[in-house]
Each structure stands twice: as C-alpha cells, then as structure tokens.
C-alpha cells in the first residue's frame, strides 16, 4: 500500500486520526454534542463526537434526535461553521499607549494563530472555505489576519449521506461529494459489512497522516457503498433552487411585489448573516482605559440588516426592511459573481433554519421566479 491509496479505517481508526492530528501540534475541531445541538468546538478523541445523533430541521427550527445506527456525520450542517475559527467574531486589530513623555506607541496585536485541524467539514462548508478565501485573501486588498490562520489549518472533509430538509447544496453545486480544497476526505458506511470509514488523501501532508493511519487498503465493495451513498444523497435533497441563471433572475426582480411579502416578516435580526458561512461584513470599535494612556481597536462581525450598517451624515442608505432584505439576497445570489466570480450561497440551509420567522431563501427565489414568469406572460398576453 502506498501513501496515496485510499485506506479503510473504522472508529479506533478515526480515533487514532484525531490523535495523530494532536501530536502533530493541531488543535482539532469537530462537531460534538453541546447545549442541545452539534456545535464545532475543540475535541480530544473520536467519544467526542456525535455518534448516534442527528438532527431534525425545517425553517426555524432545529431539534437533536437520536440515531439507531451509531452514525458520526449523518447530521447537516449546525449552527456555527467554520468561520468562526477562520474569521472570527471578534478580533483586536491593534493596541496603543502613551508614553511617560507623552509620546504614543501603536502596536499591531501579534496574538499566536492556533495550528488548527478541522474534522467534518461538509462540501457546502469546504465550499463556503474556498469562497471566502476569495473574499478575503484572494484579491487586491488581502486580510493578512485570515491569510495567516488559513494557512495554519489541516482540513479533513466529510461527504455527506444524509442530507438535512433544508439542504439544497445539489442546486449551488456544492456537494454532497467533496471538490477541492481538502488535506482528507472521509466516506462514512455503514452496512452489513460493519461501520468503516473510507478515506482519501488530496495534499502531501493528508498523505503523510494517512499512512499513520490504522487501516487497510480500500476494497471495491466500501468504495462502491461509499458513491452510492453520496450518489444517494444527491437525490434527496430538502430544498432546491429554481433552475434557472439566479444572477439574472435577481437583476430582472429588483422591484418585485415579493420582497414586500417577505420584509413583512422579516425582523431584520441578522441571524442569517451571523450563521452563513460565507458573510464577511466587518465593523470596528475603539475602546480605552479611563486614564486614556491605553486604547484598543477591535474589528467584529457586522450585518447588513443592521439599519447603521450603511448610515451616511444623512441618514442610511437602505432604511427600509424591503432594501436591507433585498441587499443580501440579492448579493448572496446575484452581485456576489459580479465581485468574485461565484455565488455568495454554497446551499448549507443555515439561513432557513436560524430565521426565527422561518423565511426560507430558496422559497423566495421560486416565489420571485414565478413573479418573473407570470409578469412575461401578461406581457405576451
């Protein structure tokens, strides 16, 4: 067996994964059981992780549900993603203090980047990765804060084969089979031949770990359970985009009667900026000491529904729920190829199910595309 074979490995073996990651001085995140739902967060061995849990969604709603298989992954994706370990919520840019002669130092917060391993990252989320990589160190103005943390992470993804109802990564093109991107990728079977894991290595050092690994050289019967059960998958998807060119489909639906049907229940809370895994909106706040010898700059999320999100010396620019509503849809799925060449959606489903209203984005893009069509009917007609 080579170093680049495909190996089969079974729960001691993801056991072992995770503690090889640890000797080689990664801090490991994975998805575990906490507060009543599978949230990432540091793990020290495979009893962390979720096994035999999954999940119960719809628009506004997530419930934990018990499994009988034993499974590890077969949840979709939870509340956090993983940008919140890439670019997290609240970061000090730089501290300054002056001096006995009054003279003021700045200095840039040099606090140690964590060399991270993330284990069980979906394709939407490797997706969503890949996309904000783009963002935020792919073009003219690069974030050297995110540029230093993504190049310290080890990422071992997960194909999905158990969707969630309100996936709809089919419809982006983001799973549920792994693209690129990844150090490992895992395969979970489960069938009458055991509960095993069929992994793959996609970079030198996967490679490298992957022959630590515990296993065996793949057989032809796990590689062939393991694409039917994505291909499976792919069939049974929660939700679906309209098929038709989304970016025009925005364009062409700027002044549509939905967006007030939607604003109407909109509260404008920012819940589906805070959980997308791909919204990069960032604000700053500077802070200092009741002596003020010390201040601080710290930069932290920001959302585009917050009404002070685009606030002039005249007042804001998008006042109204309809406008700030409109924004993000039509940035997530139109503008965003206009500034980066893809979709600004990778189909994870969050934004439905942490809406606490319910508003779910792909009903309203067939609700906009069916606006679009009658309005051409009436226009032959």
Same mark, same amino acid.
């Given at each position: 067996?080579?170093?680049?074979?495909?190996?089969?490995?079974?729960?001691?073996?993801?056991?072992?994964?995770?503690?090889?990651?640890?000797?080689?001085?990664?801090?490991?995140?994975?998805?575990?059981?906490?507060?009543?739902?599978?949230?990432?967060?540091?793990?020290s061995?495979?009893?962390?992780l979720?096994?035999?849990?999954? @999940?119960?969604?719809?628009? #506004?709603?997530?419930? &934990? $549900?018990?499994?009988?298989? *034993?499974?590890?992954? /077969?949840?979709? +994706?939870?509340?956090?993603?993983?940008?919140?370990?890439?670019?997290p919520?609240?970061v000090?840019?730089?501290?300054?203090?002056?001096?006995?002669?009054?003279?003021?130092?700045?200095?840039?917060?040099?606090t140690?980047?964590?060399?991270?391993?993330?284990?069980?990252?979906?394709?939407?989320?490797?997706?969503?990765?890949?996309?904000?990589?783009r963002?935020?160190?792919?073009?003219?103005?690069?974030?050297?804060?995110?540029?230093?943390?993504?190049?310290?992470?080890?990422?071992?993804a997960?194909?999905?084969?158990?969707?969630?109802?309100?996936?709809?990564?089919?419809?982006?093109?983001?799973?549920?089979?792994?693209?690129?991107?990844y150090?490992?990728?895992?395969?979970? @079977?489960?069938?009458?031949? #055991?509960?095993?894991f &069929? $992994?793959r290595?996609a970079? *030198?050092?996967g490679? /490298?770990?992957? +022959?630590?690994?515990?296993?065996?050289?793949?057989?032809?019967?796990?590689?062939?359970?393991?694409?039917?059960?994505?291909?499976?998958?792919?069939?049974?998807?929660?939700?679906?985009?309209?098929?038709?060119?989304?970016?025009?489909l925005?364009?062409?639906?700027l002044?549509?009667?939905?967006?007030?049907?939607?604003t109407?229940?909109?509260?404008?809370?920012?819940?589906?900026?805070?959980?997308?895994?791909?919204?990069?909106?960032?604000?700053?706040e500077?802070?200092?000491?009741?002596?003020?010898?010390?201040?601080?700059?710290?930069?932290?999320?920001?959302?585009?529904?917050?009404?002070?999100?685009?606030?002039?010396?005249?007042g804001?620019?998008r006042?109204?729920?309809?406008?700030?509503?409109?924004?993000?849809?039509?940035?997530?799925?139109?503008?965003?190829h206009?500034?980066?060449?893809?979709?600004?959606?990778?189909?994870?489903?969050?934004?439905?199910?942490?809406?606490?209203?319910?508003?779910?984005?792909t009903?309203?893009?067939?609700?906009?595309?069916?606006?679009?069509?009658?309005?051409?009917?009436?226009?032959?007609?």
């Amino acid at each position: 067996m080579t170093q680049c074979d495909d190996v089969v490995i079974d729960k001691d073996g993801l056991d072992a994964l995770i503690t090889i990651l640890a000797r080689r001085g990664r801090t490991v995140i994975g998805p575990t059981v906490r507060d009543g739902a599978i949230t990432l967060a540091e793990i020290s061995g495979g009893t962390d992780l979720p096994y035999g849990w999954g @999940v119960d969604l719809e628009a #506004g709603r997530y419930r &934990l $549900v018990p499994r009988e298989d *034993g499974a590890a992954f /077969a949840h979709s +994706a939870g509340p956090q993603s993983w940008k919140t370990f890439l670019h997290p919520p609240r970061v000090r840019e730089w501290s300054a203090d002056r001096t006995a002669d009054g003279t003021v130092v700045v200095t840039p917060d040099d606090t140690p980047v964590p060399a991270y391993a993330f284990l069980g990252v979906r394709p939407c989320d490797l997706r969503a990765i890949a996309v904000q990589d783009r963002v935020l160190s792919g073009g003219r103005y690069s974030d050297s804060a995110y540029r230093r943390r993504r190049d310290r992470v080890f990422l071992v993804a997960v194909e999905c084969t158990e969707p969630g109802a309100t996936c709809f990564c089919v419809s982006m093109e983001s799973g549920p089979a792994v693209g690129q991107g990844y150090d490992l990728a895992l395969t979970e @079977v489960l069938d009458a031949d #055991g509960h095993r894991f &069929l $992994v793959r290595a996609a970079s *030198g050092e996967g490679a /490298a770990v992957l +022959a630590e690994l515990p296993g065996r050289a793949a057989d032809p019967a796990t590689r062939s359970a393991a694409r039917e059960r994505v291909a499976e998958a792919a069939d049974r998807m929660g939700r679906t985009m309209p098929l038709v060119d989304l970016r025009t489909l925005m364009r062409e639906t700027l002044d549509a009667e939905r967006w007030d049907d939607v604003t109407a229940r909109c509260l404008t809370c920012g819940n589906c900026t805070m959980v997308c895994p791909t919204c990069f909106c960032t604000t700053v706040e500077d802070v200092t000491d009741l002596t003020g010898d010390h201040a601080e700059r710290w930069r932290h999320w920001e959302s585009c529904f917050d009404r002070d999100f685009t606030h002039l010396s005249t007042g804001p620019v998008r006042d109204s729920a309809r406008s700030r509503y409109r924004q993000w849809a039509t940035h997530k799925l139109g503008t965003w190829h206009d500034q980066f060449d893809s979709s600004g959606c990778v189909g994870c489903g969050r934004c439905i199910v942490w809406c606490p209203t319910g508003i779910d984005i792909t009903e309203e893009a067939h609700a906009l595309h069916r606006e679009r069509e009658q309005g051409r009917g009436r226009e032959v007609g």
